[in-house]
């Protein structure tokens, strides 16, 4: 006999799981079906973003940025170091660890809001009277009803051609996470975001990176100027950075992969490594879905066809996160989640796209929301620009990190803040008040005015406010 539910969601992840307690935080009867297993074969919930992304690549950059602080750094504030080393199966079951407590914790809030969790892979069987039936194939196979069914399934790494994952010496995001020794060359196809952010983890514990983009420019979704400032430190560092090449044959050894390419001159190359990271970016996961059998509408790259509100064309069909238009960001995701339960709710959930912060937790870290300078040139808005160097920052000399500089653009008439972008240390929090400061339709000069704390990094937000209006005060 199947299992009746006002809300089924599908997937785990940021967007799954987050709409899954808010539905049953506004009484809902809940149900969340996830497959994702950890090493012992239990239940995983999170999706990519806590298993094989956001959170255990952080944990593998906090394990590399100490080793590269007691390396190289620790000696300028007079703290000397014998006998270092690294023990990268150590730092990689740290990251395990990490990984379980969020897997743990998603699983303690579904008893707390009182979610029922199945842990299979969901499909679509039909439509029935009142809603959808779901196949859940587990341990014990599953037979779900919901009224309200909520499609959350993610994404996965999109393959080169003719080199498929082994996750062995042709890694994606997973296998990259799961490198237990320092390999001595490591190349990266693509200049994604978990693939630079893994390629800086190895660097630093000395590993040659080689990254081949097929991009005449670093990082084209990023303002160019920033961009070039976190080449600049990036190269600077250490990282070999080769901007329009054409990847060729790739050739899988027992011991290493072989890439054919060809660089921006057109001169033929070849890059030996020992392991080759594939980031050219990702595709909406709807495999075994099941879409087919009650009609679900996908797009040609596979993704969920959704409206303004995340309607797919079923009713009572909605659909969030990486599976649908829009960036592949787990709080969008958790956002889009959160609106889809209040809206079945009858409440009016709310997404600002353009107030999406993004994050390249890189060293430096890279943090924009809105749009670029680039992008306003296009739509012909007429802008004002200030920047802000690190370099200036009282905070930033003492911590002895002072690469980067903030930038905010603002509308040359209304001075209503248009994007703000920053390369440098803790961008990443940064980025929060400017956030903010977008989603109430602040002014540069509103950010100019407020008292920042001295001394902090965040002056440098207050100071590229000032830039706008060319009256810096420490700079």
Known sequence: MSKQFDVIVIGGGPGGYIAAIRAAQLG??????????????????????????????????????????????????????KGLSMDAAKMVARKDAVVKQNNDGILYLFKKNK?????????????????????????????????QIIVATGSNARALPGAPFDENLVLSN??????????????????????????????????????????????????QQIAKEAQ?????????????????????????????WTNAKGEAQTLDVDKLIVSIGRVPNTIGLNAEAVGLQLDERGAIVVDGDCKTNLPGVWAVGDVVRGPMLAHKAEEEGVAVAERIAGQHGHVNFNT???????????????????????????????????????????????????????DATTDEILGVHIVGPMASELIAECVVAMEFRASSEDIARVCHAHPSLSESTKEAALAVDKRTLNF
């Open 28 to 81: 809902k009867n809940v149900a969340c079906v996830d497959e994702w297993k950890n090493a012992k074969g239990g239940p995983a919930p999170g999706g990519t973003c806590t298993n094989v992304g956001c959170i255990p690549s952080k944990a593998l950059l906090q394990s590399s940025e100490h080793f590269e602080q007691a390396s190289h750094h620790f000696a300028d504030h007079g703290i000397e170091v």
């Open 356 to 410: 999406i912060p993004w994050v390249i937790y890189t060293s430096p870290e890279i943090a924009w929301v809105g749009r670029t300078e680039q992008q306003l040139k296009k739509d012909g808005v007429a802008y004002k620009a200030g920047t802000f160097p690190f370099l200036a920052n009282g905070r930033a000399r003492a911590l002895g990190d002072t690469t980067g500089m903030v930038k905010m653009l603002a």
């Open 174 to 223: 997973a296998g990259a996470l799961a490198v237990t020794s320092v390999p001595k060359k490591l190349g990266l196809i693509g200049s994604g975001v978990i693939g630079l952010e893994m390629g800086s983890v190895w660097r630093r514990l000395g590993a040659e990176v080689t990254i081949l983009e097929g991009l005449p420019d670093f990082l084209g979704a990023v303002d």
């Open 232 to 260: 600049k430190a990036f190269v600077k560092q250490g990282l070999k950075i080769e901007l329009g090449v054409k990847v060729g044959e790739v050739k899988i050894g027992k011991k290493g992969v072989s890439v054919a």
């Open 115 to 147: 979610v029922s969790f199945f842990h299979g892979r969901a499909s679509f069987v039909k439509a029935v009277d009142g809603g959808y039936e779901i196949k859940v194939a587990g341990a014990s196979d599953e037979t779900l009803v919901g009224q």
